[in-house]
Nanobody, 115 residues
Framework: QVQLEESGGGLVQAGGSLRLSCAAS????????MGWYRQAPGKQRELVAT???????NYADSVKGRFTISRDNAKNTVYLQMNSLKSEDTAVYYC?????????WGQGTQVTVSS
């Protein structure tokens, strides 16, 4: 059983930056893709960014130009660098690994942006 552990969330002022990390509990041979999703209070979970095994990235329009997703395959870790944060970025952020076409989720980390 693979477990994902997120870190890096917290409280930040608007315009600030945070870096989220998500690491798998054990070495994984083939991760199809990694990604970050978020869920704000009263809203559905939404995609933030994904990165494929080949390094191709995809971003939600709302975060393009502000967020950057990256991965370290040797460490089975995915990162999300978040710059120019806005109050509307406040949410619980979840990492997601797709391994052998099966999705695994982290427990979530709170990001709160104060205006």
């Amino acid at each position: 059983q693979v477990q994902l552990e997120e870190s890096g969330g917290g409280l930040v002022q608007a315009g600030g930056s945070l870096r989220l990390s998500c690491a798998a509990s054990k070495s994984i041979f083939a991760i199809n893709s990694m990604g970050w999703y978020r869920q704000a209070p009263g809203k559905q979970r939404e995609l933030v960014a994904t990165i494929s095994s080949r390094g191709s990235t995809n971003y939600a329009d709302s975060v393009k130009g502000r967020f950057t997703i990256s991965r370290d395959n040797a460490k089975n870790t995915v990162y999300l660098q978040m710059n120019s944060l806005k109050s509307e970025d406040t949410a619980v952020y979840y990492c997601n690994f797709v391994i052998a076409l099966y999705p695994y989720w982290g427990q979530g980390t709170q990001v709160t942006v104060s205006s």
